[in-house]
């Protein structure tokens, strides 16, 4: 893997790319605070559980135990992928059975399962008429409350009728739910075939950043070599044409003190040749005012 980075960066001589990343995976390695969907069915359990305690035993609430343990051990960024897996799971296979069971006649009375306190309460409001009416024989308004009774009995007959029905017939929840587990169990091979495949992309992925990583350092520790090369040789340039220009320098300065030299031996030839030329022409005039005088 080296070699080839080395090679990849060699070849360029430049940084490669990185691979485009689609917005499904950006969303899919998305890291979420914790996992809604356990938490919403914990919490949607523990409120099932103090909504049907005819339902649910004692020990129910020890149902909510595994799932506060997943959340604690999941808190470490789970990835919102993971999430919507689960969410999605949960759905089909606890609150599709449990929709199923709710909607099914000859479960409901079991599920919504108010059966005893339903049959408490129309036994007390029975008994409560019964020593209303039997307290003395005379009564204002017997008759509606023997009728009110009356259908309070065909209540508590029917509430009795309707779980000794449900008792008696045929119980489809373990065929239902053998159904599902099986639906289950095929189900989460699939995802979890799907989430190793997706972690062997996240693998992958996280295998092209370390080999990108690679690949940049060592394009940095060519480029900076190759730059300090030529700082080096700019450098030494630098200090070799510092040299010739104080060369050039001192030359001019020469030759500058030199022509200063020549220019005054010039000024001083020039004025003496005045001068003599000067006295020359002096000369001449005083020899021919002589002569023209002896004439």
């Known amino acids: 893997a080296d070699a080839r980075a080395r090679a990849a960066v060699d070849e360029s001589g430049l940084l490669p790319l990185a691979a485009a990343v689609s917005d499904r995976e950006r969303g899919d390695m998305e890291e979420v605070e914790d996992l809604q969907s356990l938490r919403t069915l914990q919490q949607n359990l523990e409120q099932q559980i103090q909504g049907n305690p005819q339902f649910f035993d ?13 959340s604690a ?26 929709s199923k069971l709710q909607k099914d006649s000859g479960n409901e009375v079991l599920m919504v399962d108010n059966y005893k306190r339903d049959s408490d309460e129309f036994a007390r409001q029975i008994q409560r008429l019964s020593e209303r009416l039997g307290a003395e024989p005379m009564v204002p308004d017997r008759a509606n409350l023997e009728a009110k009774r009356v259908k309070l009995a065909l209540d508590l007959l029917k509430v009795h009728q309707d779980h000794e029905r449900v008792a008696l017939s045929e119980n489809t929840v373990p065929e239902l739910l053998q159904r599902h587990r099986r639906s289950y169990e095929k189900q989460h091979a699939q995802q979890h075939q799907m989430l190793k495949g997706f972690g062997q992309q996240h693998e992958e992925k996280a295998k092209q950043c370390r080999q990108l990583m690679l690949q940049q350092q060592l394009f940095h520790q060519r480029r900076a070599a190759a730059l300090e090369r030529d700082r080096q040789l700019d450098v030494e340039s630098e200090a070799a044409s ?24 010039i000024a001083e ?11 020359a022409q002096s000369l001449k005039n005083l020899m021919d ?6 004439r």
């Open 58 to 70: 004692q020990t129910a609430m020890d149902l909510t135990t595994p799932l506060q343990r997943m």
């Open 269 to 279: 030839s020039r004025a003496g040749a005045q001068a003599k030329h000067l006295e």
């Open 289 to 294: 005012e002589a002569q023209a005088q002896h």
């Open 242 to 265: 510092r040299r010739e220009l104080n060369a050039n320098i001192e030359e001019v300065r020469r030759l500058l003190s030199r022509s200063l030299g020549l220019m005054e031996s």
């Open 73 to 98: 051990e999941c808190r470490n960024s789970p990835l919102r992928r993971e999430d919507l897996v689960l969410k999605d799971m949960i759905g089909e296979h606890v609150g599709g059975v449990f």
